[in-house]
């Protein structure tokens, strides 16, 4: 504020203590804002959160090599009186598929399953438990098992291999006893298995072993590509076209 002469004249205390009142009790009111929004986002919702190490065993003739994998699982349950149009859930994985090295550049991949793998198919779970139950009992498992998968049965999980690793079109979905075909004799999937654990994540070994994917990722919706002029998905078996990048690692982009 000025003066007559254009001085400058300070405001009285009585104007200071009001404009400071007045900011506090705006600085206050935020805070009861964002305190009152944070406690009914989580009253809203309840997040669990585990880690599980995915194992696959190949028998060779020479005897049997192993691979694993700890990924981690964050799953958001909202409750009941939340929930919009039925959807319950969100979840997000952090991890990479399980490589399994056979010997002269072969390798078998146990692809990324999605979050709700231990739901589907650790014992019992899903036969007796219900959401959000089953995700409890899943957290209260870490340290026990590991637990056999049927792979070729209902669990979510897809192997794969390449004819050659640098090719992303010679990839193909494993079916049932297709292995000691396209490896050799005496090669055949021993055990698939799932393990909960406070072990750190798995990260960097699919980045050596397929340097290609990110780039190939940027320019293609699956690693297989395009079918063949003149075929179609059905004569070319469809499942080896829908494996898509992010079947290998969450950390691509």
């Not at 000025?2 to 705006?26: C, E, T, V, W, Y």
């Not at 009152?36 to 880690?51: E, G, H, R």
């Not at 179609?232 to 690692?249: D, K």
């Amino acid at each position: 504020m000025q003066n007559d002469k254009g001085g400058i004249i300070a405001p009285s205390s009585g104007a200071l203590d009001k404009d400071l009142r007045q900011l506090f009790f705006l600085t206050v009111g935020r805070l009861v804002l964002l305190t009152a929004l944070a406690l009914s986002v989580a009253a809203c919702s309840k997040t669990y959160d585990w880690k599980q190490r995915i194992r696959l065993v190949i028998s060779t003739p020479d005897g049997e090599v192993i691979g694993e994998a700890v990924q981690s699982v964050e799953i958001v349950y909202y409750r009941k009186w939340a929930q919009i149009n039925g959807f319950a859930r969100d979840y997000s994985q952090k991890g990479e598929a399980v490589a399994v090295e056979l010997g002269n550049g072969r390798y078998v991949f146990a692809l990324l399953a999605g979050a709700s793998l231990a739901k589907e198919i650790l014992p019992d779970l899903g036969k007796t438990s219900r959401w959000p139950d089953a995700f409890r009992e899943i957290e209260a498992l870490n340290g026990t098992g590991p637990h056999d998968l049927d792979f070729f049965g209902r669990t979510a999980i897809r192997l794969v291999t390449f004819g050659d690793v640098t090719d992303p079109s010679s990839i193909q979905v494993l079916q049932k006893g297709e292995l000691s075909e396209l490896i050799g004799p005496g090669f055949a999937v021993a055990r698939l298995q799932i393990e909960i654990t406070s072990d750190p994540i798995t990260l960097g070994k699919i980045d050596k072993i397929l340097p290609w994917l990110e780039s190939h990722g940027r320019e293609h919706s699956n690693i297989k590509g395009k079918p063949s002029v003149g075929k179609t998905y059905e004569q070319l078996i469809a499942e080896n076209y829908t494996v898509r990048h992010g079947s290998f690692t969450t950390e691509l982009y």
